[in-house]
């Protein structure tokens, strides 16, 4: 049997030479690639510096406890300021009644008509006693006239009779005529005497018939103005502009004096009436100003103090207010109000105290609360949750801590982590009212 051997083949030693060549070449470019990139690297690859930027200087607050502001809300009614009930001031039948309930009425117009025939007769009544009374008064001041010429013609006859009774005096005496003519001449005196007498007691009669005929008169007259004052009540007319917002009486009724007729409210001016507790009320003084909800417009409406009853309740121990509001054409007397107050707890008591910042402190951004707190010599945004802003100060009941310093009014450009200088400032805390 023959033997096989197989037969290899001879290696090309020039070829082996170029591939290993090639390697070689490879190798050294790969490396030569990299030194390039790292010392282009080193190049480029800056050298930190060391941070020169100051820090940014702010004001700080420390946040701190005050006492708890309990707000009170207290309810009222609206009212009209001019508010009055027309009366009727004569007796008679009600013929006409101008207005309706909602009705709006102007100043002077008329709102009822009262039947006063009665009244007109009695006012002719009056008016004729008038002319009989001075027709009196006129008698009377003849009759004086009459009883003054009388007494004057007594008088001239008194002044005759004495200087014929001188003359029959000396006659006499010296024995020319009788006793029997000085007597004659003594009564003629007396005569005239009583004459004039007479005509002084006619005169004191007559002066007080034209007294009392004056009197009859000026009587008569304040009867005559009485009465057409009457007539005029007889037209029930609008003391001012407004809305009556009640009707009593209607055409035909009786009225008798007193008797309500309607009520009428004005709408230009309205007020807000609210029962305060007396522990409230040091709060309030006159011409302050606060916002009335009204829940029936579902608004508010300015009002300013105008009246504080300085008497309280003896029961309920409220003190009645009233505030004049902003003229609203929807607002109307009886609306149901609301008029919102705060009340501070005792600084003295730690279970009505909550922890306060100041408002400026407040950072609001993408739709969160917060504010910058002061840590380590940073800022760091802290998000809070508030309470009711209280003038100058906010609640916060989470997201911050006793003595933490927050910044106030924080600068646009202020981040997380940005070093500030603080410079430390306490706000004044003011009441709500």
């Not at 197989?6 to 190798?27: D, E, I, Q, T, Y």
């Not at 207005?99 to 007769?121: C, F, H, P, T």
């Not at 902003?326 to 609301?338: C, E």
Request: a positive charge; aromatic letters at 4%.
């Amino acid at each position: 049997m023959m033997s096989f051997t197989p037969r290899l083949p001879k290696l090309n030693l020039s070829l082996l030479a170029r591939v290993g060549l090639f390697l070689l070449v490879l190798s050294l470019a790969g490396g030569a690639g990299w030194w390039y990139r790292m010392a282009r690297s080193e190049q480029t690859t800056p050298i930190p510096l060391p941070e020169t930027t100051a820090p940014l200087r702010v004001k700080t607050a420390f946040a701190s406890r005050q006492p708890l502001a309990i707000e009170r809300t207290l309810t009222g009614t609206v009212e009209a300021v001019e508010s009055v009930t027309l009366t009727s001031r004569v007796l008679g039948q009600i013929r006409q009644m101008t207005v309706q309930e909602g009705d709006r009425v102007a100043a002077g117009q008329v709102i009822a008509a009262i039947d006063v025939s009665d009244l007109r007769a009695q006012r002719n009544q009056a008016q004729a006693t008038v002319t009989l009374a001075q027709a009196n008064a006129q008698n009377a001041q003849a009759q004086l006239n009459q009883a003054r010429a009388q007494r004057l013609e007594a008088k001239a006859e008194l002044a005759d009779a004495e200087l014929d009774r001188t003359r029959m005096a000396m006659l006499q005496a010296e024995g020319a005529i009788a006793q029997v003519q000085l007597d004659r001449a003594n009564t003629r005196v007396a005569i005239a005497q009583a004459r004039i007498e007479q005509a002084q007691a006619s005169i004191h009669q007559a002066e007080a018939a034209i007294a009392q005929a004056q009197a009859q008169v000026k009587q008569a007259q304040a009867e005559v103005s009485q009465n057409v004052a009457n007539l005029d009540y007889g037209t029930v007319r609008a003391p001012f502009a407004g809305v009556v917002t009640r009707k009593y009486v209607a055409v035909g009724a009786m009225a008798g004096p007193g008797q309500a007729l309607v009520t009428l409210d004005s709408r230009d001016r309205l007020r807000f009436s609210v029962e305060v507790p007396e522990s409230l009320i040091a709060q309030i003084q006159p011409g302050q100003s606060f916002s009335v909800f009204l829940d029936a417009l579902n608004r508010s409406l300015a009002g300013r103090v105008s009246q504080i009853i300085p008497t309280a309740d003896p029961i309920s121990r409220n003190f009645t207010v009233k505030l004049d509001l902003a003229t609203d054409p929807a607002a109307i007397p009886g609306m149901f109000g609301r008029l919102k107050l705060t009340e501070r707890g005792s600084s003295e008591s730690r279970d009505r105290t909550v922890l306060t910042l100041p408002t400026s402190a407040l950072v609001r951004q993408f739709g969160v609360t917060g504010v910058y707190i002061v840590a380590a010599g940073k800022a760091q945004f802290h998000p809070v949750a508030i309470g009711t802003e209280q003038g100058e100060t906010v609640a916060v009941f989470s997201g911050v801590e006793a003595r933490d310093r927050v910044i106030l009014s924080p600068p646009p450009d202020l981040t997380d982590g940005t070093a500030v200088a603080s410079q430390s400032y306490r706000p004044t805390h003011h009441s709500d009212r």
